[in-house]
């Protein structure tokens, strides 16, 4: 993942679906853990981030809905 591209939400927890997979894999190395998990935290971050807008967004809606609503 580059920092220019940012991925969906969609995408970004597909990939951290992925990544808890890959990590209950016990064959997997210590150092591919640490770089998965590093990986997951990034897009745990995206993954808020991207919900807190959307509720910032449906609440923004809501209260113009309300504020039409007490005009009629």
């Not at 971050?45 to 005009?71: G, M, P, S, Y």
């Amino acid at each position: 993942m580059s920092k220019k591209e940012r991925p969906s939400f969609e995408e970004a927890l597909q990939r951290l679906e992925d990544i808890v997979n890959q990590l209950e894999d016990e064959s997997i190395s210590l150092e591919k853990s640490i770089d998965l998990y590093e990986e997951g935290i990034k897009l745990s971050k995206i993954c808020t981030e991207t919900l807190e807008e959307a509720e910032l967004r449906i609440k923004k809606v809501a209260d113009q809905h309300d504020d039409d609503n007490e005009k009629e």
